[in-house]
């Protein structure tokens, strides 16, 4: 692999300044080496399937797991994806329809934990009227 990478170079002393933006190049470009040794998903391919499974970014963070910043990341090549969640992904790359199970849990449990905030309020308004 090799990378060109951008920043001041001396053609008399042979010194090198990168500046935050040239540090970017040779992250991402680890990233997607990092990718090919360990056998986990390219930022590409990471792209690729969340859009296949019709999810937005901080969707796709939200449901999947990672947080609502982590598929932008992993798409951009800033920070690599675990082999868990690479894992996740192949699976839903190949059957797509197991993300509406995933949607309908994470929607069911939403539903279970407003039901649960609601009788806690109504269990601390009868404990408050009662004394």
Known sequence: MTVQQPGWY???????????ADAAVAESAFVRLKSEVDD???????????????????????????????FQKYESGTDWVSKAMANLLRLLDHEPGLIEHLVSRTQ?????VAAG?????????STASQG
């Open 117 to 125: 905030r609601q009788r806690s309020a109504r269990n601390a308004r």
């Open 10 to 20: 001396c053609n008399d002393c042979g010194e090198v300044v990168y500046e935050s």
């Open 108 to 112: 069911a449990g939403g539903r279970r």
């Open 40 to 70: 986990i998903l390219s930022p590409d391919e990471v792209q690729r399937i969340r859009k296949k499974l019709r999810l937005s970014q901080r969707r796709a963070g939200s449901l999947l797991g990672g947080g609502p910043r982590s």
